[in-house]
Each structure stands twice: as structure tokens, then as C-alpha cells.
């Protein structure tokens, strides 16, 4: 499976950014896609997953400010974020999972700063 994620870049406290991520490859139906991030110094995180059976996990911090979704026909993950704060600035990388096995993409910067 790989991964294809886009959408970071550099946003100003209080913004919003919508990052999406691609999956290719040997798909199993029954999978999970999310989101997780890494910020400098810092142990990465869980920031929020969907099932492709619609159910959905996130960090505490992100709740009501980030939504994670999916399109299952297209493979596809993304993570809105609104109300962005300095301190979710990081790398966040797009994940995968199926079949007992994870998956991560390159990774995304996501600066918030003004």
C-alpha cells in the first residue's frame, strides 16, 4: 500500500487547512486510514482515524476543531482542520492499516504561526 498525502503548508493561529491523502495498492476492504502527527522533539501522535466502516477515533486535543472523513470509493483520507493553534504545528503522516499491518506516508508539514 502506499501513501500520498497533500494539503500542509503554512496557516496563521485561528486558520484552517484541509489535508487529504491518497491510497494505492493492494486495498482491503476493511481498513482503517488516519492521521497522526510528530511535532519537533516530540513522540508521535495519534490525531484521528476513520473506518472504512465510518467509525471514528481522535485525540482529545483535536476534538471539535478537527474532522476526519473518507471516500471510500476513492481511497481517500482527510483531516479538516479549523481553528488552528501554534501547538499543532508538526509533520503529520497520513496512515493506514489492513490485515494487521501499518502504513505511513512521507508526511506533511504543518506550520501555524503568525
Known amino acids: 500500500v502506499q501513501l500520498q498525502a497533500s494539503g500542509g503548508g503554512l496557516v496563521q493561529p485561528g486558520g484552517s487547512l484541509r489535508l487529504s491523502c491518497v491510497a494505492s495498492?493492494?486495498?482491503?476492504?476493511?481498513?482503517?486510514m488516519g492521521w497522526y502527527r510528530q511535532a519537533p522533539g516530540k513522540q508521535r501522535e495519534l490525531v484521528a482515524t476513520?473506518?472504512?466502516?465510518?467509525?471514528?477515533n481522535s485525540a482529545d486535543r483535536v476534538k471539535g476543531r478537527f474532522t476526519v472523513s473518507r471516500d471510500n470509493a476513492k481511497n481517500t483520507v482527510f483531516l479538516q482542520m479549523i481553528s488552528l493553534k501554534p501547538e499543532d504545528t508538526a509533520v503529520y503522516y497520513c496512515?493506514?492499516?489492513?490485515?494487521?499491518?501499518?502504513?505511513w506516508g512521507q508526511g506533511t508539514l504543518v506550520t501555524v504561526s503568525s
Open positions: 496512515y493506514f492499516w489492513a490485515l494487521g499491518s501499518n502504513y
Open positions: 476513520v473506518s472504512s466502516t465510518g467509525n471514528t
Open positions: 495498492g493492494n486495498i482491503f476492504s476493511f481498513n482503517v
